[in-house]
């Protein structure tokens, strides 16, 4: 069982940064990709990115060149940078480790990422 916990939500004006943070309870072993999802009220989970255990990486269109995915092995963590914050960033944002697979899959209880003026 993979525990993760997300930290680094708030409140921030529209074109203004975060960096959210995902630490992992035990090591993500190589099977594994860390995602980043997000979710509005009313709405489905929507995929933002992804980095696989190689390091690469892949952004939904919606947020390609102002996101940035990483990890770091020896904290188990995986980070999502977001610069240039828009209005419809807002949302509560989960952190995913899936077996490449599909199953199984461990999702964290969210953090919540306000944009607003």
């Known amino acids: 069982q993979v525990q993760l916990v997300e930290s680094g939500g708030g409140l921030v004006q529209p074109g203004g940064s975060l960096t959210l943070s995902c630490a992992a309870s035990?090591?993500?072993?190589?099977?594994?990709?860390m995602n980043w999802f997000r979710q509005t009220p009313g709405t489905q989970r929507e995929w933002v990115a992804i980095?696989?255990?190689?390091?690469?990486?892949n952004y939904a269109d919606s947020v390609k060149g102002r996101f940035t995915i990483s990890r770091d092995g020896a904290k188990n963590t995986v980070y999502l940078q977001m610069n240039s914050l828009k209005i419809e960033d807002t949302a509560v944002y989960y952190c995913?480790?899936?077996?490449?697979?599909?199953?199984?899959?461990?999702w964290g209880q969210g953090t919540q990422v306000t944009v607003s003026s």
């Open positions: 995913n480790a899936r077996h490449i697979a599909g199953n199984p899959s461990y």
């Open positions: 035990t090591i993500i072993n190589s099977a594994y990709t």
């Open positions: 980095i696989a255990s190689g390091g690469s990486t």
